[in-house]
């Protein structure tokens, strides 16, 4: 499996991640081996609708009180270095 996902392992590598990968197997297999006829499928283990909350207005900050503490401000907005190689 190493070789095909071009991994470069020692022996030492090897022996330790074939025990691992078995017990994944073994437990994967255990799991298969499970009888879950009758059990609905589920996404998540509890019931769960929209878990968001209300998107409703309320006050917030002064715009220009924000600014004002900003180091650099420009068109009511907050001044940043440029990123990536964007020009000034």
Known sequence: MAHLA???LTEAEIDA???QLGDILDHAADIEALN????EATSHP????NVFR???LRPSLDRDEVLS???A???GQF???PVLGESQ
């Open 73 to 75: 401000a420009e068109a």
């Open 46 to 49: 509890l019931p769960r609708t």
């Open 69 to 71: 503490q900003a180091p």
């Open 36 to 39: 879950v006829d009758g059990i």
């Open 6 to 8: 071009r991994l470069a």
């Open 17 to 19: 991640f074939t025990g």
């Open 54 to 56: 209300e998107d409703t």
């Open 79 to 81: 001044r940043v270095p």
